[in-house]
């Protein structure tokens, strides 16, 4: 029996039954109040206003809740898994610690998944981003063009390889990047554009890869949290010249430390990609450094516990759809009293990794849905132009309305894989009573 068979064994074979108290295969806590997979969590009929709203003085009063918006932290099983793991890589005669046979299984198990050419594993998705650009040929008197909205390594990534960062304007809605804002800030130095898909939301990749096509630029994928997600049945991550996935914590697929994976169907970068992560190294070759690398390899306790985990990661998925489901169903009639909520276009399975919606009164939404108990974040507060450390590269006057709305109204949602029916419905519950 292989050490991957082992691992997936031990997660199966200790699953309890559905109703049963202590930790299950997909990570859950065994109960069965809108945990299984593929079961919505939005209940029965409700007495009905003149508006479309539920008459809410109607409804029984919940308990008090205290939902943090960030996920509890590993279950006993994750945690079981990973001392196994250790110990599985620790005592193994071979003693390899990172990119061994199990970095390997991984990325042979996420290229068939993907179904893409090449899968490479890294050490971080900060890494990933710069193993790319420098891959791409991104470098000094280069310009790399990145949405205004978004995490901050998306900017400090093309620093990092000497490029210029020039920042691209979002749709107000989606908060991923507009394709005709990037493409007017092309110019002739442009080498790469990096669309990143954003909590739910997934960035208009045909029209993106046409645009590169048209005007003879790389496409950088940042499918960072989009594992799970598709556009016309091609997973996320497998549009571009070269996709990634991260591996924190909170994404989809996060395990317990820092990892990610880039995806790719281009040999040759897919082996350039292998020897910047290790030195500079060509894995035929060890100890014959090639060029400038850095160090962003995958460690083999973390590739352990990946694999014992990944048959069970649709499952997981699956429960958080089905919050996302109760959310869009239960929120879309206060789309009238000015809520925003995600949009995705046709053949699009979206991300499942934040749920945020928009209002112009987000602050005092925030407040209220702690004073019933509901942890909310907004991620950006600001949107990358007006960061600090970027101001140079976008001199005022530089207006991006898409950008700058989405981060003064934009509020996440608390979504992941242990939520119960009646915490989702509570968390909507207490939205729909700050418009009554």
Do not use: N
């Not at 709203?53 to 918006?69: F, I, K, N, W």
């Not at 093309?158 to 809605?173: E, I, R, S």
């Not at 994928?221 to 924190?248: C, K, N, P, R, T």
């Not at 934009?410 to 009646?422: D, G, V, W, Y």
């Amino acid at each position: 029996m292989t050490l991957t068979d082992q691992f997936t064994d031990a997660l199966t074979g200790s699953a309890l039954t559905a109703g049963t108290a202590g930790a299950t295969a997909d990570g859950t806590d065994g109960r069965t109040d809108g945990r299984t997979a593929g079961r919505g969590l939005s209940g029965g009929s409700r007495p009905v206003a003149a508006d479309g709203l539920p008459a809410l003085q109607h409804l029984p009063v919940p308990p008090p809740l205290d939902l943090p918006y960030a996920p509890p932290g590993p279950t006993e099983e994750e945690r079981t898994l990973m001392l196994r793991a250790f110990r599985e890589v620790a005592t193994d005669p071979d003693r390899t610690v990172v990119l061994g046979r199990r970095t390997g299984e991984l990325e042979r198990r996420l290229r068939e998944r993907a179904r893409v050419a090449e899968v490479t594993a890294c050490g971080s998705g900060t890494g990933a981003l710069i193993l790319a650009l420098r891959t791409l040929g991104a470098g000094p008197g280069d310009e790399v063009i990145v949405p205004a909205f978004g995490a901050e390594p998306l900017a400090s990534s093309v620093l990092a390889v000497g490029a210029t960062p020039v920042f691209a304007d979002v749709d107000p809605v989606t908060m991923v990047l507009d394709p005709a804002d990037t493409e007017r800030r092309i110019t002739p130095r442009t080498r790469v554009v990096v669309p990143a898909h954003t909590f739910q939301s997934v960035a208009d990749m045909p029209a993106l890869v046409e645009l590169a096509a048209r005007r003879g630029v790389s496409l950088l994928e940042d499918s960072a949290v989009a594992m799970g997600a598709s556009l016309h049945g091609s997973a996320a991550g497998s549009w571009g010249d070269i996709g990634l996935y991260s591996f924190f914590p909170v994404k989809p697929f996060g395990m317990v430390g820092e990892g990610a994976v880039l995806l790719t169907d281009d040999a040759e970068l897919a082996a350039a990609v292998r020897r910047v992560r290790d030195h500079g190294q060509d894995p035929a070759e060890p100890g014959v450094h090639h060029e400038l690398g850095i160090d962003s390899r995958f460690d083999e306790v973390q590739a352990a516990y990946q694999l014992a985990r990944l048959d069970t990661l649709d499952d997981r998925l699956a429960a958080r759809r089905a919050v996302v489901d109760h959310y869009e169903e239960a929120l879309a009639p206060l789309r009238s009293r000015g809520l925003l909520l995600p949009e995705q276009g046709p053949g699009i399975s979206p991300c499942l990794y934040v749920y945020a919606v928009q209002h112009e009164r987000r602050d005092e939404l925030a407040a209220h849905l702690a004073g019933h108990g509901v942890g909310t974040r907004v991620y950006y507060p600001l949107p990358l132009h007006r960061l600090p450390q970027f101001a140079r590269y976008a001199p005022a006057p530089h207006h991006l309305p898409g950008a700058e709305a989405a981060s003064s109204r934009h509020l996440a949602l608390p979504l992941h894989h242990h939520m119960t029916q009646s915490e989702a419905w509570q968390v909507t519950e207490a939205i729909r009573s700050f418009f009554a």
